[in-house]
């Protein structure tokens, strides 16, 4: 009967050719400053993508003395070349070597030929994009530089190429960006859900199990932390990977006991005394949550924590703006499902007998995404400056790391070098400019209460 | 309302008591022994042997001062097999190597009596002079030079917890203890530490790591930091004193009430400036929606809303106080290098400062002005969609009357619940600005203690703001009540 309504209602909207969805992406289509910025978006994106093979010194392909190479591409570092006439084995290193000035017989350099962080010595000292920009060939000599190899945005103080840089670091800012916001994300509309659906007074259980809940929380904590906190000190210092692996058994044992403690729960719910029933304060607990870390200053926090960090990561800087980002998201999600939950689909579902869970995921929390997909992208776009901020004042991000905020950082050491400070910044501004922009366009099309 | 005021109050405190603990959180895991730097910092270099006397008693006073020789917290969570009083150890290596010892065997009276032979040990080392007689057929400087590496040797014994490198340890002990004859009276001391190390191998009991246990402390480092021993180092956060600086040896409080004067000159300034500034900016932009006006403020503030402050910081330096383009302002600073003259006033000492104040005040206000101004415009189109706008337009009042007397107030009031995000943005964004202009204040301050890992200050401004931003919540929440006599706390 139900499947068969569904299909009904289908039909007529089919017939109609009216989807949300449609209808939300050709609102978005006539905001053509949104739209733009979508495209926009895209192409940064694939530049992001693309960046180790569009800006390295590393050429994408190469043949030398008989032997085809593909370092760019190359998972390996090494390469051993036997030179065919003396017999010698040279051992060519692809990090090290000096492509530019081997005897090759072909070469395809990346569209850059610049790694960002390494030495140009025919152009050290801030020379400018215009400026005559020197090139040292195979012969040693010293001739104006190939339009093929130019900085095209200039060098920094030790000659690192400022486009190179600035391709790498698009990499960098977005996927700061998009992982820290799919924490914050997944927190928010998780913890926004619960606590605009569930409220102060829906969701009940027994006295026993909540305690015993509880209780079982702390011993999860206890192993999967605790007790295993030396297990993840000691793979924090030897790597990042060493150390998310080690969290990652150390979440696994708590999810466990957590689970097993609530299986107890259910047993113990049913002794006398501990089977009243009590209400879970969800709404206020979250909502208690969003208050303290809205009412803290987020950049002073973000940094302080940063700076505790044994060793700086960028992963650090992800996991730190994605658990602090997730309150404006949460919030949206929250009145959302106080609007969605008590719409009458949701009670039909109910009086289906379907289970909470599929009712929240499956049922109000489609409907109630657009808000939070607004919230995201505004998130995207604060996230994308907390760490260029970051990387500016040389907080948290590893030394050496070549990222937008920290080249114009370098730019301030010498405001001759005007290029150090507006291309990052462009760079920084524009991308941030897309993502408002994205947002208010979002905003704009997926919200039907501000339709004229 | 001052009933309202009041629970207000009330429901901070709790936030109130989360920030303090993040803060004492973060500083507790922060890396590093703050007491052996202070102390290293005092008197860098040094023997082994000198080291013992007069820098331990240092040691032992400033981790005293700091609090750091009582436990963290009211409750901790450990094992049956740990000890309530480990942590009156005072090296903190020493401390971890032994935590790690019990993680490893689970077996604290072994583990301890194994720590006390090595103290023994090492004691043995430092009184040991060898007779006068033995030393005739020996060098002496390669004695002496022996002695000073048992002693090392003994002493990091106390911090290693590897099995191998504590077995190599001994190795090492060993040989130099065999290479000449008058040590055999340190022999049997050396054999009862590698005894106690053998017994804590064999009698493990590590399933005691697996039972969790509650310890509970009244006396720990929370409550010295929150409310103070008595006024004998500390007087408490909750009097105002937030500790010793770890770089200066400084009060914090001193170093903070000296600094937070410019962030919160400059934080009101721009805000009070923005609101100026935003509210006819915004009127007029909603009052001629879609005029000319309308569109290119709305691009203008668009544009500033998405620019990061740090960028336009370095762009108006680069402008305005590079010798090469426009030296018009200084690049740094509040006042001049060599301080304002004596004779000056008030207004002669504004007018000294004034140059300096502008570009960092620029960038303070642009921000908030940009998100005031679009908040101000979307809320007046918002009042004057409305019915009663419509009434009085077709009463035939002149338009400056119905937008300023009648749709005005009512679409302040999204722009007023904004000061609680304004506020925070504004002392937070401090952080940036002022590390670029080097203004005196706690923005700065924060950078410099993360640069020099000087964890009190960082909470201690951390605690700070979040209080500032709290109090903000509260005014805005006191204006919202003016503007609106609708809402009564009741």
């Known amino acids: ?24 992406w050709e609102q978005f289509k006539k ?15 694939v530049i992001a993508i693309l960046s180790p093979i569009l800006a390295t010194d590393q050429p994408l392909y190469c043949k030398y003395k008989g032997v085809t190479m593909f370092p760019a591409f190359s998972f390996s570092n090494n390469c051993a070349v036997k030179d065919p006439k003396t017999g010698e084995i040279e051992n060519i290193q692809y990090d090290i070597a000096d492509w530019k000035k081997m005897d090759v017989e072909s070469i395809v350099f990346a569209p850059v030929a610049y790694d ?3 030495t140009d010595y025919d152009n050290i000292d801030y020379v400018s994009p215009g400026s005559k920009q020197g090139f040292t060939n195979k012969d040693g000599q010293t001739i104006p530089m190939p339009t093929r190899f130019r900085h095209w945005l200039g060098t920094g103080k030790s000659g690192e190429d400022v486009l190179s840089g600035l391709i790498n670091g698009t990499r960098i800012s977005f996927s700061i960006g998009i992982l820290s916001m799919s924490i914050a994300g997944f927190l928010g509309l998780v913890l926004g859900a619960m606590a605009g659906y569930f409220g102060d007074k829906k969701l009940q259980t027994t006295r026993g199990s909540f305690w015993t ?6 011993f999860a904590y206890y192993y999967g932390f605790s007790v295993r906190a030396y297990s993840i000190s000691d793979g924090a210092a030897t790597s990042t990977a060493a150390m998310l692996q080690q969290l990652c058994i150390s979440f696994f044992i708590f999810v466990i006991v957590a689970a097993l403690f609530y299986w107890l729960g259910k047993a113990i719910g049913k002794i006398p005394f501990l089977h009243t029933l009590v209400y879970i304060p969800v709404d206020s607990i979250i909502s208690r949550i969003i208050e303290i870390l809205i009412s803290m200053p987020l950049l002073i926090l973000i940094i302080s924590v940063a700076a505790i960090a044994k060793e700086k990561s960028l992963i650090n800087i992800i996991i730190i703006i994605g658990l602090t980002g997730w309150t404006s998201i949460a919030r949206f999600t929250r009145a959302e499902f106080l ?12 009086s289906m007998g379907f289970k909470e869970f599929r009712i929240v995921f499956k049922h109000a929390l489609p409907n109630a995404l657009a808000p939070a997909l607004v919230a995201i992208a505004f998130g995207v776009a604060s996230a994308i400056l907390t760490e260029s901020a970051l990387s500016f004042l040389g907080i948290g991000v590893p030394p050496g790391t070549v990222t937008w905020g920290s080249l114009l950082n370098a730019g301030r050491e010498q405001y001759s070098a005007w290029w150090l400070v507006i291309f990052p910044g462009l760079a920084i501004f524009i991308t941030v400019t897309i993502y408002n922009l994205l947002g208010e366009g979002l905003r704009d099309a997926l919200d039907p209460r501000l339709k004229k | 309302m001052l009933k309202y005021i009041f629970k207000r109050i009330l429901i901070f405190i709790p936030t109130l008591i989360v920030i303090t603990l993040l803060g004492f959180v973060i500083s507790v895991n922060a890396p590093g022994d703050p007491v052996e730097r202070m102390v290293s910092a005092a008197q860098s270099g040094g023997e082994v042997s000198t080291q013992s006397a007069n820098l331990l008693e240092q040691k032992i006073f400033w981790r005293k001062k700091l609090g750091l020789d009582l436990p963290v917290f009211y409750v901790s969570l450990t094992s049956v097999s740990r000890p309530d009083t480990l942590y009156k150890i005072y090296d903190k290596s020493e401390k971890e190597a032994l935590d790690r010892l019990i993680a490893m065997y689970g077996n604290w009276p072994q583990i301890q009596d194994y720590y006390h032979t090595t103290g023994t040990f090492y004691n043995a080392l430092l009184a040991f002079a060898p007779d006068s007689n033995q030393l005739k057929t020996y060098d002496k400087s390669k004695i002496s030079d022996v002695i000073n590496q048992l002693r090392y040797q003994s002493l990091s014994l106390r911090s290693t917890y590897l099995d191998n490198v504590i077995s190599s340890k001994f190795n090492t002990i060993g040989a130099l203890l065999s290479s000449y004859p008058f040590f055999s009276k340190l022999q049997p001391q050396f054999e009862s530490l590698k005894n106690n190390y053998t017994t804590v191998k064999t009698t493990t009991s590590g399933w005691k790591n697996y039972i969790p246990r509650l310890a509970f402390y009244r006396h720990n480092q929370y409550q010295q930091w929150l409310f103070g021993d008595g006024g004998k180092f500390s007087r408490g956060l909750l009097h105002g004193d937030f500790g010793t600086s770890y770089v200066t040896k400084q009060p914090i409080s001193d170093v903070i009430w000296s600094k937070i004067g410019w962030t919160l000159f400059f934080s009101v300034l721009s805000i009070v400036f923005a609101y100026i500034v935003s509210i006819p900016i915004g009127v007029k932009a909603a009052a001629k929606k879609g005029s000319r006006f309308d569109k290119f403020s709305s691009l203008i503030l668009f544009m500033l809303y998405s620019m990061p402050s740090f960028w336009l910081a370095t762009l108006l330096l680069m402008t305005f106080a590079n010798p090469d383009v426009f030296h ?7 006042k001049p290098a060599t301080g304002y003259p004596d004779t000056i006033g008030f207004f002669g000492k504004v007018k000294l400062s004034l140059p300096y104040i502008i570009l960092p005040a620029i960038c303070y206000i642009y921000s908030s002005f940009a998100f005031l101004s679009r908040i101000m415009r979307v809320s007046m189109i918002e009042t004057v969609g409305q019915d009663y706008i419509r009434t009085a337009r077709a009463k035939g009042l002149p338009e400056n009357k119905v937008i300023w007397k009648h749709a005005f107030r009512n679409s302040l009031l999204p722009i007023i619940t904004v000061f609680a995000n304004v506020f925070p943005a504004a002392i937070g964004g401090s952080v940036i600005i002022e590390s670029i202009f080097t203004i005196p204040g706690m923005g700065s301050e924060a950078v410099f203690a993360i640069y020099n890992n000087n964890y009190p200050m960082i909470i201690a401004i951390l605690t700070l703001t979040g209080f500032l931003t709290l109090v903000g919540y509260l005014f805005a929440d006191l204006l919202y009540a003016i503007v609106d006599p609708r809402i009564s706390y009741k």
């Open chain 1, 339 to 350: 609007r969605v939950s008590n719409l009458e689909y949701i009670q039909a579902a109910k």
């Open chain 1, 116 to 118: 960002p962080k390494k």
């Open chain 1, 31 to 45: 905001n053509k400053a949104a739209y733009y910025s979508y495209k926009l978006l895209v192409l940064l994106a």
């Open chain 1, 1 to 24: 009967m139900a499947e068969e309504t569904e299909q009904h209602t289908t039909a007529i909207i089919t017939k109609a050719d009216f989807s949300f969805k449609k209808y939300a």
């Open chain 1, 213 to 218: 809940f509880v209780i079982g929380l702390v």
């Open chain 2, 328 to 334: 018009w302002l200084p690049a740094s600073g509040v």
